[in-house]
Nanobody, 127 residues
């Protein structure tokens, strides 16, 4: 089981940027694809971005494509989400997740009841 801890959330003005980090523990971290999800109040958790084991393949939700960039550093057991041009609708709790899959597209289908999830980090965007 991989343990995940997110950080980097905060309050930012619309148009601003934030970089989220996800620290992972576990020897199998570098084998699997990793992803970011988010959940706004009153809404279901939704997929944001995913990356394969090497970082050579990524997959994004249409709503963040061109604004967000996912990356990873396997030597440090870290996954990052660079968020630029933030909009008020990006405000949510952001979660890092994995479920022992290798394809970024498969990460998008991870069931919140399964896999490994962090505790989340709050992102607030003021208009």
């Amino acid at each position: 089981q991989v343990q995940l801890v997110e950080s980097g959330g905060g309050l930012v003005q619309a148009g601003g940027s934030l970089r989220l980090s996800c620290a992972a523990s576990g020897r199998t971290f570098s084998i699997y694809a990793m992803g970011w999800f988010r959940q706004a109040p009153g809404k279901e958790r939704e997929f944001v971005a995913a990356i394969n084991w090497s970082g050579g393949s990524t997959y994004y939700a249409d709503s963040v494509k061109g604004r967000f960039t996912i990356s990873r550093d396997n030597a440090k057991n870290m996954v990052y989400l660079q968020m630029n041009s933030l909009k008020p609708e990006d405000a949510a709790v952001y979660y890092c997740a994995t479920d022992r899959v290798v394809s970024p597209r498969r990460v998008a289908t991870i069931d919140p009841r399964n896999g490994s999830w962090g505790q989340g980090t709050q992102v607030t965007v003021s208009s």
